[in-house]
């Protein structure tokens, strides 16, 4: 069993604070500023360039691809980091249309990031071969899968609602059509047990700011299936994707697998912030983390609802259909949203009228969900979002 | 007139280290360590999710950017700061190709990066429109620009030799054919008095990892001119290029300038490290900067000449014609190169048979020089090069 307590601990939470925005931003993890610190130091300052030989610089993509891959249900080598998670996106929906030269559609969902979307947009524009991204309701999207797809691009884990695709049953209906699969884990890593070998996938992306706490903007991560290694080419041909970058031969000839994925130089200093994040899954069976995922977005739905203060649940109420977060709509989310912020619970609002409330079980206790209820209660009975204050729009919301 | 003492005191250099290799990694500025770790605790861990608000993360990279924009001669809110520069030599290159429809030459030269050059070769390729990227001999650009090119795409400095391009001729040339301009930075920003907008340079790109000094590999930047800032889009649109990102709206509608240039979530703590750098940079004159450069390379080249070792000047003799490194050729580079890496002077080789030696002038002095040259004609006079640790080829060089 994983003792949550242990995890918790690991974590560094502001006094006063109750953070439900995980799925945002995950929270400081302990001593990550200080080794952050101590590489700086010790690697980049005593080393200098020799880092990238002497402290594995180099290696660290690989290296730390594998730490993501236990989370996500994919073999080691199969995983690579850096970029953005826009960047990895466009990259493996590229790799895939590649590899479909005969196909003109993309299909996605409404539910998939509005970032995803546009990146597809930009990359059918780009290739001048009249590509359709088509963008049916996330319950159309089986029905969709036929013959004429290239590539079905799918985020797991809706990030308004928290509504999860079957990811196994979506790829088995995509490949029986000849189509290939991107899925975005922005929200399932970390957040659920993803199986991306047992599913199939062929591509999945991620990002490692939010349940896996890398801090903000830390880099992508990018998976390609073993049996796509052998074929997937990476469009964004730099030269550290290169079989033999340190030969700067004048053609570009790629490395095999996830390692022909890599791009440009690697992030060293946030990698380092990333690994020390990941420290705090040592331990930790996903398996257990989904149990706990699920008791917690349990209490907290039956709590709001035994509130009846108008509150609506935007998410799927099947705890086996959603991810580890919970939407609920109203009229006034933004204010709400505001107000709960100011008394210390920190959940987010996504427009036009969510406010969403993630539970990482690494950090997020029984404790905090009871204390979370009955603050938004409080808010809600006293009206105490109704002020001027919580209604006045910030840049970043 | 710049203090250089005064800037060296700014960067902590391992005792008994010459560090002639600033082009390839600039060394850690006193302080950063801390900046970076204080970031870390003081915005990520007690700010959370409000740190894109209240510690201006979101606005980081136009900030950045215009730091850098000063050093460039580029003008404030034209230069915007992420991603690599793979991915920025790319994103400059689709650009410009975008606004050019109606020709398919992309023409560069074998002073080029490789790097660059795998990504036109990629972008041409998935284009699907036949564009042919042309490479010439550095010296023969200038004749084969003509009206078939599309977009000129150089790296101002040669990364082997450190010879200068002419860019206001260049781009003069360009325009005057009607074709764009795309120039990589990578060697120059900070190692030369660059001026874009004297240049008329459309477009630029740059890493911050070399004089820059903003760590193992920090975020690059690329420059938007004003005169392309209406025409020139995105083609990798993400999010935060969005005009309106927090909307969350199905279409994609770019933010105007280098503003839309931003592409997936800015990489905050790598931003706080290079912005921690850049304070390096304060009362500098890039004046000053390029005499003090060209006193150094040319004390170093006169020294080296002067040992009789049979190391072959592989930079333009003239200091008006080369940046700020000076590259030597040798049957025995590799060999030569790890020997004086033993001997704390610290240089870099690049395959073929080329030793670079970069002079950063804000912590390589002229004392930095003399004792440079001593040890090497030390080690060529010994034949101490000649064993076979020195051999031994290592991954990263």
């Known amino acids: 069993m994983t003792d949550f307590d242990a995890t918790r601990a690991r974590f560094s939470l502001p006094d006063g604070v109750i953070y439900l925005d995980g799925n945002s931003l995950g929270p400081l993890p302990v001593g990550a500023a200080e080794r952050v610190a101590r590489m700086m130091t010790d690697e980049w300052g005593a080393l200098l360039i020799r880092g990238w030989n002497d402290a594995g610089w180099m290696q660290a993509p690989a290296r730390i691809g594998d730490r993501i891959a236990r ?17 990895r996106v466009w990259q493996a929906l590229a790799s895939a249309l590649d590899l479909m030269p005969e196909r003109r559609v993309i299909l996605s969902d409404s539910g998939n990031f509005p970032s995803d979307l546009y990146m597809a947009d930009g990359l059918a524009q780009l290739k001048s071969l009249g590509h359709e991204l088509r963008v049916v309701a996330p319950e159309d999207v089986a029905d969709a899968i036929d013959d004429t797809v290239a590539a079905v691009m799918l985020t797991e884990v809706d990030y308004r609602t928290g509504r999860i695709h079957d990811m196994a049953g979506l790829t088995a209906r995509a490949h029986a059509v000849g189509a290939l699969t991107v899925w975005d884990l922005a929200h399932s890593a970390g957040a659920i047990a993803v199986d991306l070998a047992g599913a199939g996938a062929d591509f ?32 964004l041909q730099g030269w550290l994707g290169h079989a033999s970058p340190f030969e700067f031969a004048r053609d570009y000839t790629p490395a095999p697998g996830v390692a022909g994925m890599r791009i440009g130089t690697p992030p060293v200093i946030a990698l380092a912030a990333l690994d020390a994040a990941l420290d705090a899954w040592e331990g930790v069976e996903m398996a257990n983390l989904r149990a706990r995922s ?99 729009r910030t840049a970043v919301t």
């Open 71 to 87: 989370l996500i249900g994919a073999a080691p080598g199969t995983v690579t980091v850096g970029d953005t998670l826009s960047i």
């Open 204 to 235: 999945a992306v991620g990002c490692t700011y939010k349940y896996l706490n890398g801090g903000p903007g830390s880099p992508a991560f990018i998976y390609v299936a073993p049996h796509m290694a052998a074929r997937a080419r990476n469009p």
């Open 294 to 392: 699920i008791a917690l977005s349990e209490a907290f739905i039956a709590g709001i609802e035994a509130l009846g203060a108008g509150l609506i649940l935007a998410s799927p109420r099947d705890p086996l259909a959603r991810g580890s977060q919970v939407s609920f709509r109203h009229e006034h989310s933004y204010a709400i949203c505001r107000a709960l912020i100011a008394r210390g619970v920190i959940g987010d609002f996504r427009a036009p009228d969510v406010i969403r409330f993630g539970f990482a079980p690494l950090y997020v206790s029984p404790g905090d969900v009871a204390h979370a209820v009955d603050i938004l209660g409080d808010i809600m009975a006293t009206r105490a979002w109704d002020r001027p204050e919580f209604h006045a």
